[in-house]
């Protein structure tokens, strides 16, 4: 009998809203300004962002070698898994979820909180706002995948 495969769901669309989230995600709404102030001219400025763009899409092209030599379940912790050691890919998952992701969306909530408290006119301050926000949509999550793990067949 054969393994159970993961189905292959995401397309050109998913894949490609995945990686913008990811690449631009909420520092498009900072960093311009501080790019700008350090930087002074124009042409220097779009340099910069030109050179961030081509790091980045350095970046797309390694790890879309990586998925094609190494297609298997698992992305970044299965390539340092196979390349170093178990423990490393181990501890990176850890760092992963302690610093990195919960960093990102913080930095994100923050984001977010600034610009809401600009619009709407609340005197919260920016750190309660963020967490109001992460709480809330941690809880629209977790309802979610409750209601996924309740149901048994594919039209529900």
Same mark, same amino acid.
């Given at each position: 009998?054969?393994?159970?495969?993961?189905?292959?769901?995401?397309?050109?669309?998913?894949?490609?809203?995945?990686?913008? !989230? %990811?690449?631009?995600?909420?520092?498009?709404?900072?960093?311009?300004s *501080? /790019? +700008?102030?350090?930087?002074?001219?124009?042409? =220097?400025?779009?340099?910069?962002w030109?050179?961030?763009?081509?790091?980045?899409?350095?970046?797309?092209?390694?790890w879309?070698?990586?998925?094609?030599?190494?297609?298997?379940? !698992? %992305?970044q912790?299965?390539?340092?898994?196979?390349?170093?050691?178990? *423990? /490393? +890919?181990?501890?990176?998952?850890?760092?992963? =979820?302690?610093?990195?992701?919960?960093?990102?969306?913080?930095?994100?909530?923050?984001?977010?909180?600034?610009y809401?408290?600009?619009?709407?006119?609340?005197?919260?301050?920016?750190?309660?706002?963020?967490?109001?926000?992460?709480?809330?949509?941690?809880?629209?999550?977790?309802?979610?995948?409750?209601?996924?793990?309740?149901?048994?067949?594919?039209?529900?």
């Open positions: 009998m054969d393994a159970p495969q993961i189905r292959r769901q995401l397309g050109l669309f998913d894949a490609t809203m995945i990686v913008m !989230g %990811g690449i631009v995600g909420s520092g498009i709404f900072r960093n311009p *501080v /790019v +700008a102030h350090h930087v002074h001219t124009p042409f =220097l400025i779009l340099g910069v030109l050179a961030g763009g081509a790091l980045a899409m350095s970046g797309a092209f390694i879309a070698e990586l998925a094609t030599r190494l297609p298997g379940a !698992g %992305g912790y299965a390539y340092l898994r196979d390349a170093y050691h178990p *423990v /490393v +890919a181990f501890v990176y998952g850890w760092v992963l =979820l302690l610093v990195t992701q919960t960093g990102g969306m913080a930095a994100v909530a923050i984001t977010f909180a600034a809401f408290r600009e619009i709407s006119g609340i005197s919260w301050n920016d750190s309660s706002i963020a967490a109001i926000v992460l709480l809330a949509l941690t809880a629209i999550n977790c309802m979610a995948h409750a209601r996924a793990a309740m149901c048994k067949a594919p039209s529900c």
